[in-house]
């Protein structure tokens, strides 16, 4: 077992990417992670008190999984900013819309990511314009990023200038 995770809780190692997990530092433990159950957002049947366990920390990361289903609603209540990824497909500019309908209800600022663009995002890029809404990056379709990814890698970490563009991402959340 991982020294700082509850019990019962276990990384899925390098490539662990699994919805609902909350980074944050470990209380009393050092840096550190929590996770939550895979599908869980927090409070929604993840690690008992998943946003209580960083509340206090200057930054938290929230990953929900895609749609807007109640655990997303749920996970985005009290975020400060809202990062919507999404695809230049009729589908991605679909449920952009719907998750971009939430977080103005909810009254959260959000910004934009273009994941695996083929450089046909002119619907994308015109939804977010009329929705005031900055596209922060956009991610190629790539074989080589593809590879990466599909050996468990991190664009960020194993390709030139990904990681300077992660930072730039960040920097502009950041509050």
Avoid at 95 to 117: F, H, M, Q
Avoid at 127 to 140: D, R, Y
Wanted: net charge negative.
């Amino acid at each position: 077992m991982h020294p700082r995770l509850p019990a019962g809780s276990h990384p899925g190692g390098p490539a662990d990417h699994r919805p609902g997990r909350v980074l944050a530092p470990a209380p009393a433990a050092g840096p550190g992670e929590r996770y939550l159950k895979r599908g869980g957002g927090a409070g929604s049947g993840g690690h008992p008190g998943g946003k209580d366990v960083s509340e206090g920390h200057p930054l938290i990361l929230y990953d929900a999984s895609p749609g807007i289903a109640c655990p997303v609603i749920e996970t985005l209540e009290g975020s400060d900013f809202c990062l919507l990824v999404t695809e230049s497909t009729p589908f991605g500019l679909h449920d952009l819309r719907l998750a971009v309908e939430v977080a103005e209800t909810l009254g959260i600022p959000a910004g934009i990511v273009i994941n695996r663009s083929d450089g046909e995002d002119a619907a994308t890029v015109a939804f977010a314009q009329e929705h005031n809404l900055p596209i922060l990056m956009t991610i190629p379709f790539s074989r080589e990023i593809a590879a990466v990814q599909n050996r468990g890698g991190l664009i960020g970490r194993d390709l030139p200038g990904w990681e300077e563009r992660f930072t730039d991402l960040f920097t502009g959340v950041s509050p």
